[in-house]
């Protein structure tokens, strides 16, 4: 019955620890040694404006709704600039030849394809790769219209 005890014992010390962590970081809240995301602005201006309850409950939905737009740019500019980055290494790749072309797949697009599953290897820019981009080769650029 030893390996009932250790899971039992297991067990023990993770509801423990689980406990331990709630009650520590409820401390921590209640002492302002965390906090909410912007907390302290709602904070001031309750103490310097005298919000009404009302007022604080607007502000605290105006903020958050603010926080998730920012997030959501910084998201979309992040995607659009990758897609810039990888439309630069399609049209450099375009004005190789096959054979350089071939090189510059093997070498040149590798470091990103490595960081686009958590490596950090690779010299230059290492901007990963947009998610669902190919990992081998950047896209191909459109063709160049002939005169």
Not at 82 to 101: K, S
Request: hydrophobic letters at 35%; proline letters at 10%; glycine letters at 10%.
């Amino acid at each position: 019955m030893p390996a009932k005890s250790n899971i039992l014992f297991g067990l023990l010390v993770g509801a423990s620890c689980l406990l331990l962590g709630f009650a520590l970081s409820t401390l921590a809240y209640r002492y302002h040694y965390l906090r909410v995301p912007g907390s302290w602005l709602i904070e001031r201006m309750n103490h310097e404006l005298n919000l009404t309850p009302a007022q604080r409950d607007r502000i605290g939905n105006i903020l958050r709704d603010t926080r998730v737009k920012v997030m959501q740019a910084r998201q979309d500019f992040e995607h659009r600039r990758h897609q810039l980055f990888l439309d630069g290494l399609g049209q450099v790749r375009g004005a190789l030849t096959p054979e350089q072309q071939k090189i510059f797949d093997r070498d040149f697009t590798q470091p990103w394809a490595h960081r686009r599953h958590g490596g950090h290897g690779g010299d230059g820019d290492h901007m990963p790769l947009e998610e669902g981009a190919p990992p081998q080769a950047p896209p191909q650029p459109p063709p160049v219209p002939q005169n």
